[in-house]
C-alpha cells in the first residue's frame, strides 16, 4: 500500500485544499499520472499518483483541507490486498501521528487552540473559507458536526436557506420567485455569486497595491517599423513564431541595465536591488491572473525568451505551473493589445517598483506600425523624470531592435 500525501509546493505552504479527484476509487493508476488536484493561493496543480496500482481509498474530498504530508488517499499496489495497509506516512517532524487506518470521506481539519471564539473554534478550515466566499457570518451558523463543528455543508445550507426564506417572501408578497435588488439598484433582479479563491487573493493585492502605493503613469507612442524586421528574422533563424512581446520584454529587461536603481522589490522597507531582471508575465485565466517569471531576462535571447513565454502561458492554462515560477520578478509587463486594447494604466505588482502595460499595434498616419507602451512607476522609488529615461530606453531599443542581439 502506497500513500498519496500532500505536497509541499512551496516553502511557506502549510495545509492545501482538495479542488478535486481526477480518479475514483477502484480505478486504476499508473506512476506519474495525475490523481488529484490541489488548490493553491494562485493556481491548482495536479498531484501525481507515487506507485502503479488501484487507487483503494479516498482519504480527504473535494474541499477539504489536509496538512503537508498527511494522506489524502492510498493505492493498492499490484498483488496486496486491503488487510496488508501499513500505517500511513507522516509529514517529516509532524507533531501528531496519522491514524494508521482509512477513515471515512471527510474534509480534514486542522487542530485550534480551546482560547480562541467559541464559534470560530467550532468552524473547519473549509467552512471558514467557504463563509467568506459566500458572505456569511459564521458566527450565525449552527453546527451539525461532532460537538457542534461548524461543516463547509453547514454554511452552505444556511446560504442557500436565506436565499429560499428571501425567494418565498417576494413570492408571498405577489411577485416573481427572484431575489430583489436592494433599493437604488438598476437591476430588478440579482443572483449570488461564488467569488473564487484566486478573485478574492487578487483583489486584496490590487486593494493593497492601489491604496498604499503612489503610482504614476508615463505613455510613450512607439513606432515598430524595425521590430517586424527583426521579428521576421529572428523567425526565419529559429524556425519558429517571435511574439512582439518577447521583444519587448527583452528591451525592458536590457534597460535596466542602464537604470539598475529601478530594478529593485520594496520589502518590509527596506530597498532591495538585483543584478538581473526577472520579468513577471501577466497571464489571463478564466477565473484571474497569474504573473509567472522570465528569469533572467537580460541575459537571453529574443527566441529563448519567446520559447519560455510560450511555455509559462501553456503550463498556466493547464494548471501545471510551479508555485515557485511565481515568486519574485524586478517587473512585471502586462499585454491588452491582444484582446484591442488600445492603452491602458496597468496596476503595480507589489513588492515591485514599476510595470509595463502594453497596447495594440496600431497604424499611423504615415502608414507605419505603432504601439502605445505605459510605464507605471512607484513614486517612492524614483521620481518623473528618471521614469522618463528609463521608458525613454525602452523605446530606443524597439526603434532600433538590432542592439538587443548585440548585448
Do not use: C
Not at 453547514?154 to 408571498?172: E, K, L, N, P, T
Not at 514599476?354 to 499595434?361: L, R, S
Request: aromatic residues 4%; without cysteine.
Amino acid at each position: 500500500m502506497k500513500d498519496i500525501l500532500m505536497p509541499r509546493f512551496d516553502p511557506e505552504m502549510k495545509s492545501g485544499l482538495v479542488d478535486k479527484w481526477l480518479k475514483k476509487e477502484g480505478d486504476i493508476v499508473t506512476k506519474g499520472e495525475p490523481v488529484v488536484r490541489i488548490e493553491t493561493e494562485k493556481v491548482s496543480l495536479d498531484v501525481e499518483s507515487p506507485e502503479s496500482g488501484t487507487l483503494f481509498k479516498i482519504l480527504v474530498g473535494p474541499l477539504g483541507e489536509a496538512p503537508v504530508g498527511a494522506p489524502l488517499g492510498s493505492i493498492l499496489l499490484e498483488g496486496e490486498s486491503p488487510s496488508e495497509r501499513p500505517a500511513p506516512a507522516t509529514a517529516a517532524g509532524a507533531a501528531a501521528a496519522i491514524p494508521p487506518t482509512p477513515v471515512p470521506l471527510v474534509h480534514a481539519e486542522e487542530p485550534e487552540p480551546e482560547a480562541r471564539g467559541a464559534e470560530r473554534s467550532r468552524a473547519s478550515p473549509a467552512a471558514r473559507q467557504a463563509a467568506r466566499e459566500m458572505g456569511v457570518d459564521i458566527e450565525k451558523v449552527r453546527g451539525s458536526g461532532p460537538g457542534g463543528r461548524i461543516t463547509r455543508e453547514d454554511v452552505v445550507a444556511y446560504h442557500d436557506a436565506g436565499i429560499q426564506r428571501a425567494v418565498q417572501d417576494v413570492a408571498r408578497a405577489g411577485g416573481p420567485p427572484t431575489i430583489r435588488a436592494p433599493p437604488g439598484s438598476t437591476s430588478a433582479e440579482y443572483k449570488v455569486m461564488k467569488i473564487d479563491p484566486i478573485r478574492v487573493t487578487i483583489g486584496e493585492r490590487m486593494t493593497k497595491s492601489w491604496t498604499e502605493i503612489p503610482q504614476v503613469p508615463l505613455f510613450a507612442q512607439i513606432e515598430l517599423t524595425e521590430v517586424e524586421k527583426l521579428k521576421a528574422a529572428v523567425e526565419e533563424s529559429s524556425e519558429r513564431k517571435i511574439s512582439v512581446l518577447s521583444i519587448i520584454t527583452k528591451s525592458v529587461a536590457n534597460s535596466f541595465r542602464t537604470f539598475p536603481d529601478l530594478n529593485v522589490r520594496l520589502e518590509d522597507g527596506v530597498v532591495r536591488g538585483y543584478d538581473d531582471v526577472d520579468v513577471s508575465i501577466a497571464i489571463a485565466l478564466e477565473n484571474g491572473l497569474i504573473t509567472p517569471n522570465v528569469r533572467r531576462a537580460n541575459r537571453k535571447t529574443i527566441a529563448e525568451i519567446a520559447t519560455e513565454i510560450d511555455d509559462l502561458a501553456e503550463r498556466a492554462r493547464s494548471g501545471k505551473l510551479n508555485p515557485s515560477e511565481m515568486r519574485g520578478g524586478t517587473t512585471t509587463i502586462s499585454n491588452l493589445g491582444a484582446f484591442g486594447v488600445d492603452y491602458f494604466i496597468p496596476i503595480i505588482n507589489p513588492p515591485q517598483a514599476t510595470i509595463v502595460g502594453m497596447g495594440k499595434i496600431t497604424t499611423s498616419s504615415s502608414g507605419r506600425p505603432v504601439i502605445t507602451i505605459t510605464l507605471v512607476f512607484d513614486h517612492r522609488i524614483t521620481d518623473g523624470a528618471r521614469a522618463a529615461q528609463f521608458l525613454q530606453k525602452i523605446k530606443d531599443y524597439l526603434e532600433n531592435p538590432y542592439l538587443l542581439q548585440m548585448v
